[in-house]
Antibody
Framework: EVQVVESGGGLVQPGGSLKLSCAAS????????MHWVRQASGKGLEWVGR??????????GYAESVKGRFTISRDDSKNTAYLQMNSLKIEDTAVYYC?????????WGQGTLVTVSS | DIQMTQSPSTLSASVGDRVTITCRAS??????LAWYQQKPGKAPKLLIY???SLESGVPSRFSGSGSGTEFTLTISSLQPDDFATYYC?????????FGQGTKLEIK
């Protein structure tokens, strides 16, 4: 069964750091791009960033709102990607979803909640 | 940057109605468009990908059409379980862009 599972969310103070994980199972991610998406409570979906496949040099791209603070990485041997979030702000509070390319579509996880609050 | 404009933002309809949601891209995106359904507290659920391909397990009353800059999601006969928020989503390996969402409400 194809599945994507995010983990690592939680409560963090403003200015703090958190690292999210995104594990894929049921398929091999080595040829896939992956993206992170977030959704604040009651709001729409916002693209956070992406990392392309090894064949595309693991190229990354980020939304302006997180550039310089968030870093995406991946370990294809573990079928897992990561989102390192530094200098967190209150407005980063959201459910974070990861998605993996799978053919002509993307497979989404169920999300992990990040709350930035003092 | 490519912008996705989704309309309407809210739609009131009754069980059995046929409804259509539209998404317009600011420039051509070929057929790289998906439609998602989202219910409160849940992850988005993929309905349609590549503009018109029905995701496995999704009822056939859902259909998608379009290419280039104009896309539509049609629900042929609304069921009680269909009342939710719907998003269009332009995707590729470089970036994502989302529509603002359409909340489908019971009339």
């Amino acid at each position: 069964e194809v599945q994507v599972v995010e983990s690592g969310g939680g409560l963090v103070q403003p200015g703090g750091s958190l690292k999210l994980s995104c594990a894929a199972s049921g398929f091999t991610v080595s040829g896939s791009a992956m993206h992170w998406v977030r959704q604040a409570s009651g709001k729409g979906l916002e693209w956070v960033g992406r990392m392309r496949s090894k064949a595309n040099n693991y190229a990354t791209g980020y939304a302006e709102s997180v550039k310089g603070r968030f870093t995406i990485s991946r370990d294809d041997s573990k079928n897992t990607a990561y989102l390192q979030m530094n200098s967190l702000k209150i407005e980063d509070t959201a459910v974070y979803y990861c998605t993996w390319g799978l053919g002509e579509r993307y497979q989404w996880g169920q999300g992990t909640l990040v709350t930035v609050s003092s | 940057d490519i912008q996705m404009t989704q309309s309407p933002s809210t739609l009131s309809a009754s069980v059995g109605d046929r409804v259509t949601i539209t998404c317009r891209a600011s420039q051509s995106i070929s057929s790289w468009l998906a439609w998602y359904q989202q219910k409160p507290g849940k992850a988005p659920k993929l309905l349609i990908y590549k503009a018109s391909s029905l995701e496995s397990g999704v009822p056939s009353r859902f259909s998608g059409s379009g290419s280039g800059t104009e896309f539509t999601l049609t629900i042929s006969s609304l069921q009680p379980d269909d009342f939710a928020t719907y998003y269009c989503h332009h995707y590729n390996s470089y970036f994502y862009t989302f529509g603002q969402g359409t909340k489908l409400e019971i009339k």
